[in-house]
């Protein structure tokens, strides 16, 4: 199958992503899907799935995006791509980051450690850096943590990494916290703030960020700025339910099961290849004999 096919999947995909519209999207990067796997294309079958992990999760498919995570790492592994294959585990370190899963993301952040770096952007080393130091805070080795937040701080200076920097904010504040330093966790969380103003990125900004800052806030009896803090977190918050409400069938269900069927074909297809190439291996020796 022509490579420029998929290509042209992958774009519309993107295009359709950008503008919000996620059925369309998603069908294209169905698509992009069963044409790469009718050239055993790996590299396309990654970038599908991490293209539909977007969707799911925008939708809340919290389940389907990490089946098509784990796929994407496998593709990415098979494809031989060092860069593919650390983009993919990024992303699943990300997804779960955000679900809280802490025996997963360390199991992927070793995984990631075990890659090559010589060919990997500086902009994503100092992301594995931040999300390292967000695990090491989470399992309250503040120690660790503050050592890896200076380094991954320093490297983000270093290159103007504005969204480094943004998240190292972020996570010395949670660190501050943790060890129950308000004042300071207070004071790294209005830089954190400043910071997404300037770069006009506050959207950026985790959903729970300005609760726990309006919360530090309580907590130290500054009562007048804890209540602008909390009434910005609720204007927010009710933004986004009105804007999931409104969107709330953005993924028509019809979609979501072919999406469930091929994915079933494709996990199935990936075990088939893993038995084969166990077979091939158990093998090998005795003809070596």
Known sequence: MRVWQIEAQQLLANAHYDQ?????SLTCWVSSLELAQGSDNYAA???ACLGMSNILLADQQTQE???VLELACNQAMRSGLNRLSFKAGLYTANFLAQ???LAGLAQCLLWLKQLPVDDIEETLLIDVENTRARLLCL???TQAAEAVLQMATARAHACRYLWGSLQAQLIAADLAATRGQLDVAIAAGHSALNAAHEANGCHFLPHDFMLKLGCWQEECG???EALATLEQWHTRQKANLLA???HKCRIAPSLLRQLSLLLQVMQLKDENKNLRTQLQASLVPEYAT
Do not use: K, P, T
Not at 20 to 24: C, I, L, V
């Open 20 to 24: 919000r519209r996620y059925d369309q």
């Open 45 to 47: 079958l990654c970038e």
């Open 65 to 67: 995006a990490r089946q």
């Open 99 to 101: 679900q809280n899963d």
């Open 139 to 141: 399992q309250n080795d």
């Open 222 to 224: 500054l009562l007048d």
């Open 244 to 246: 999931r409400h409104e």
